[in-house]
């Protein structure tokens, strides 16, 4: 199972961490998308990011993560649910080149990245920093230690291919804390771990090469898939909320109605015919 999300806890610490490996997902989403290689290792590491997120912070729910700015790279978007459900977009300016090792800030130029937390039962959240970090990870231990106030570092890689992620975070210390350096000697540790090797070495492996010395636990890994939310039916309430006087006009005018969901391409189309039984349910 290569597309999973593994979490693993030191034995009497509160030092926990998350590992994402993504392989199938990635192309789920790529084919139906043109993007330079520079996009898709960015868009493939802010979808790592959302599952190692939407993990940590325990929503029953769904987390999006939007970055935003004013250069060629207009806007990305990750999203995920409790589910390790996940989807990806870009929007650039179609005539720009660029670089194949392009940074973040090259891309989207001065902007800001959004965190949305949309529980499924409580109030949405959403948390604003600006992309001042060289990388997806920094900008978001930027969020962590604005809003968590707990230490937590990322470390993110993409090849456009393949995409990883691995999470470290220490929770408030207790009595029954038996190492008090623990928390700088692990994220040492994880330091010394080259990108290409959280890319290639699975799960096990990267746990093994980092931690061999320390206690670590491992419950079952869990898998991530690639699922857009869209649907005829959301697609229909849409319609339903410009008003049926516009889209009567939309339908005189082209003879149908098309939309395309922009995440998966799937095109809905709905007829005079549909429109019109469409607002007779409204009045009934």
Request: charged share 25%; net charge negative.
């Amino acid at each position: 199972m290569r597309d999973l999300r593994q979490r693993f806890y030191f034995a009497h610490s509160p030092v926990r961490g998350e590992i994402v490996q993504l392989t199938q997902t990635l192309n789920d989403i790529f084919n139906k998308h043109d993007y330079p290689l520079a996009i898709k290792r960015l868009l493939g590491e802010l979808l790592t990011a959302s599952v190692l997120l939407t993990a940590t912070l325990k929503l029953e729910g769904r987390l999006s993560l939007q970055a935003r700015g004013n250069g060629a790279l207009k806007m990305m978007m990750a999203e995920c649910n409790h589910h390790h459900e996940i989807r990806g977009i870009a929007q650039l300016d179609e005539q720009a080149i660029f670089a194949h090792d392009a940074s973040l800030k090259s891309c989207l130029g001065e902007g800001i990245l959004v965190i949305t937390l949309e529980p499924e039962h409580g109030q949405r959240y959403q948390g604003v920093v600006s992309l001042e970090g060289e990388t997806i990870s920094q900008c978001l231990e930027s969020y962590f230690s604005q809003s968590e106030q707990l230490p937590t570092r990322l470390w993110l890689a993409s090849d456009a291919t393949h995409a990883a992620g691995l999470l470290l975070q220490a929770l408030p210390q207790n009595q029954d804390d038996e190492d008090e350096d623990r928390w700088p000697r692990v994220v040492q540790l994880t330091q010394t771990l080259k990108p290409e090797e959280l890319l290639e070495l699975s799960t096990d492996e990267v746990l093994y090469r980092l931690y061999h010395e320390e206690s670590v636990t491992l419950p079952n890994a869990e898998q991530v898939t690639f699922a857009c939310t869209c649907s005829r039916e959301n697609t229909a309430n849409a319609l339903v909320s410009i008003g049926q006087a516009e889209c009567d006009d939309i339908v005189a005018e082209q003879g149908d109605i098309r939309l395309n969901c922009q995440f998966c391409h799937t095109e809905y189309v709905f007829t005079a015919r549909d429109v019109s039984q469409l607002f007779q349910r409204q009045v009934h």
